[in-house]
C-alpha cells in the first residue's frame, strides 16, 4: 500500500545550528515519481533522509499518509521504515558475506516470523524479474549492476509502497546505469509506488513525473519532468 | 530453602551451581533473540573476520585453559599425594623433621635419618592397640630402585593382600613392586645407598631373589623391591632381630637385644580413635616422634594452597586481560560494522536486532573459546599429570572437577554481559553519521 507524502514547516538543524533544511510545504500524492535534484550539499539526502524519518531534531511534519514521522520515536520510525519504507543508496551497501538472496531478503532476520516467508519469496521474484542469479555466490563477485539490482531487491522484499532512492545509478556506467533505470521506474510504477529519487542523472530524472531542485537547504523549483 | 538445599546430593548442588552461572548469559540471549533470526547475518560475520577470530578463539581457550588446567593440577597433586599416604596411618621415627621422615618414608625419597633401637620399637609393638608395628628398613637399592626391608604383614597391607607369586619364606627373598623391572625368579645383588651415595659391591655375595609382586599401589612404593628386614639387616653384617636361638625367624616378634635399628615404624592401630592416643604416646622427647602422615601433609598444602592461590589470581588476571583484549576487539570491530550497523537501522531493524548479532557474534566467540579451554585445560592436565607421575611415581590422575566448570561458566556470563558494552556504547549514534562514514 502506498500513501501520499506531506511536508509541513520541515526545518533540518545540524549539530552545530546550520540549517540544512527548511521546506514550507511540499505535497506528493501516492503513486507519484519524484526526482530530487541540486548541487552537492545543498541538502538533497538530508531531505531524503528526513522522508526516511532517520533524522533527529527537525521541527514541523513529515506525514506519509497518516503517519507523522517526525512526531513518532526512533523506535517507531524504524518500525515505520521496515514496513513502508524501501531504501536504495547510491554504493549499494550490500552485505558482501551474503549472496544475492540473503540480502535481498535481509529483512526476514529482524521482522516477525510471519511475515519471513513472504520477504523471502518476494525477494526471490523481484530477484528473478531483474535477472540476478540466485546462487551460493555471495554478492562480493557481482558487477555494479548486479549489486545494485540486488539492493532493489531488497528494497521491495518488504512490499513497501514508498522508494526512496539516493543517487541509485552514480556508481554505475552508462549502459548499466541506463537498464537500472528502465527496471526501477518499471518495477516503481507497476507496484504503484511512490518513488523519491535523488540523483544527478538526467536520465533518471527525465523519467520522474516531478523533479524539485534543491538549493541552500531550500525548494527552489517543482517542475514538471518534460519541463527540467 | 536451606535445608532442601543441604538435603541435596552434592552433585546435584554443583550442578544447580553451575546452571546458576549460565543463567545471566541465558537469559540475554533469550531476551535478544526473541522473534528474531540474526544467525545468517553472525555467521557472515564470523566468516568475514575468520582469522581475527580464530586468534581470539585461540587467546580464550589457551587462557580458560591455564587456569583451569592449574586447579586441575594442583587437586590432582593433592589427591596422588595422599592417596599414597593413605596406607601410612602413623609414622614412628626419631625424632627430627616430620616432613624430612614423611618424604623418607611415604615417598621413599633418600635421606640421611637416625635409628630408632630394639627398645623403642618393642614398645611400640607390645602396644596393646598397635595391630601392625612394621620397621621399615631403607638405604640400599638396586639399579635406583629403592629396597626397603620390612615384615610381611607390611607387605600384605600395602598391596591389600593382592601379591602375584608368594610371600617372602625366608632371608634371601624379596617381593618385587608393580613397576619394578625385576620379575619373578629374577635374581639380584643389592647396592649400598642410592643414588650419587651409591657404594656398588658393598654387598656383593648377597643374593636375593623375587618370588612375588606386588599389584599397583599408584605410589612410589611401586617401583621398590620389599624384602624381610632380617634380609637388610644380614646384608649390613648387623644381628638379624633375634635371638641365636632363634636365628631361621622371619618377621616379629623381635628380640630387643638383637635388634640394630630402624629408620622408621610404620603403626597401624586396632581402631581408628587409638591412632591419637599412640600419637601422643610414641613422641617422648630425645626418643621418638610419631606424626600422621596424612597431616603433615594437609599441612603442606595449605602452604601450596597460598600458592595455588595466588597462582589462581594470575590465572584469573590473565583470563580478564584476555577478556578485555576480546571486549576491545569487539569495540574495533563494532566501529568498522559502523555502516552497516547503520544500515541495519535504515533498513527498519530494531537497536535489539542490532545488539543481538553483535552479542551473539562475541558470544559465539568467548563460548567457543572457553569449550576449548576445557579441553585445553584437560590436556594440559593431562600432560602435566604424566610427568609428575613419571617423575614421582605418585599417580596423579587428570580430571576436570566441577570448580572447574564452574569457573569456564562464571568466565562465560560475566564476558557475555560485558560484552554487550561495546555495541551499547555506539547505539545512540546517529543512523545517517554511520550510512555516510
Known sequence: MTLDLTLKALAVTSDRGRRLLDVDRLEVPAGSLIGVRGPSGAGKSTLLYALAGLLEGLTGSVHWGDTDLAALTPGARAVFRARRIGLIFQDFLLFDELGALGNASLAAQFRPRKDRTDIVARAASHLSRLGVPVDRRTVATFSGGERQRVAIARALANDAGILLADEPTASLHREAADQLIEDLVALAREG?????????????????????TVEDGRLVSDARAEAA | MRDIWLSLPSGAQDALILALFLVPALAIGVALLRGVAPFPLVSAILWRFRW???????????????????????????AGTAQAADKFDLV?????????MLFATVFLQPQDVPLLGGAAFERVASHENVEIAAPLAFGDSYRSAPVVGTIESFARHLSDNRIEGRMWRSS?????????????????????????????????GTEIEVVGRMAPTGTPWDRSILVPVETVWET???ANGHAPSDAGRIGPPFDPDHFPGTPAIVVRADELWANYALRSEFTRDGETMAFFPGTVLSNLYIVMGDVRQAMSIMALVTQGLVAASVLLGLF???????????????????SRFVLAVMWSYGTALLATGATLGLGVGYAATAILSRIVTERTDIVVSASLGWSE???VAGFLSVTTILSLLPVLAQRRQSVVGGLRA
Open chain 1, 192 to 212: 504503484g509506488k511512490t518513488m523519491v529519487a535523488v540523483s544527478h542523472d538526467g536520465a533518471l530524472l527525465a523519467r520522474m513525473d516531478r523533479v524539485l
Open chain 2, 52 to 78: 581475527a577470530n580464530t586468534m581470539f578463539v585461540a587467546l580464550i581457550a589457551i587462557s580458560v585453559g591455564m587456569g583451569i588446567g592449574l586447579v586441575a593440577q594442583e587437586r590432582g597433586l593433592r
Open chain 2, 92 to 100: 614412628v621415627t626419631a625424632p627430627g623433621s616430620e616432613l624430612t
Open chain 2, 172 to 204: 634371601g627373598e624379596a617381593i618385587a613392586g608393580a613397576l619394578s623391572e625385576l620379575e619373578i625368579g629374577a635374581v639380584f645383588t643389592p647396592a649400598h645407598g642410592h643414588g650419587s651415595a651409591l657404594e656398588e659391591g658393598a654387598h656383593a
Open chain 2, 236 to 238: 649390613h653384617g648387623l
Open chain 2, 332 to 350: 574495533i570491530l563494532s566501529r568498522l560494522f559502523r555502516r552497516q550497523i547503520a544500515l541495519l537501522r535504515a533498513l527498519g531493524a530494531s
Open chain 2, 405 to 407: 566448570f564452574h569457573l
